[in-house]
Nanobody
Framework: QVQLVESGGGLVQPGGSLRLSCAAS????????MSWHRQAPGKERELVAG??????TYADTAKGRFTISRDNAKNTVYLQMNSLKPEDTAVYYC?????????WGQGTQVTVSS
């Protein structure tokens, strides 16, 4: 079974940084598209950053603060988050897609609070 295993979430103070990782297992292929999404309590899930092929895209709220990258050899996608704000608090989900197939990680909690 293909799984996306996330790690790196946690509690940080405002202005701090976190690096999320999402490693794909159970597959030999490299996802054509990978992305990070987040969902805060009472809010809809939203796209934070994505990478189609090697092209990164970012939500306006993430531009200049977040960086998405991936290591194809490890089949892992990363999200470097800097200058974190309380409004970044959410469950962050990793998504991978290849062809018509879509896979989601279990989500990792990111809490930005003093």
């Amino acid at each position: 079974q293909v799984q996306l295993v996330e790690s790196g979430g946690g509690l940080v103070q405002p202005g701090g940084s976190l690096r999320l990782s999402c490693a794909a297992s159970g597959t030999r292929f490299i996802f054509n598209a990978m992305s990070w999404h987040r969902q805060a309590p009472g809010k809809e899930r939203e796209l934070v950053a994505g990478m189609i092929g090697s092209r990164p895209t970012y939500a306006d709220t993430a531009k200049g603060r977040f960086t998405i990258s991936r290591d194809n050899a490890k089949n892992t996608v990363y999200l470097q988050m800097n200058s974190l704000k309380p409004e970044d608090t959410a469950v962050y989900y990793c998504r991978g897609a290849v062809g018509t197939n879509e896979f989601w990680g279990q989500g990792t909690q990111v809490t930005v609070s003093s």
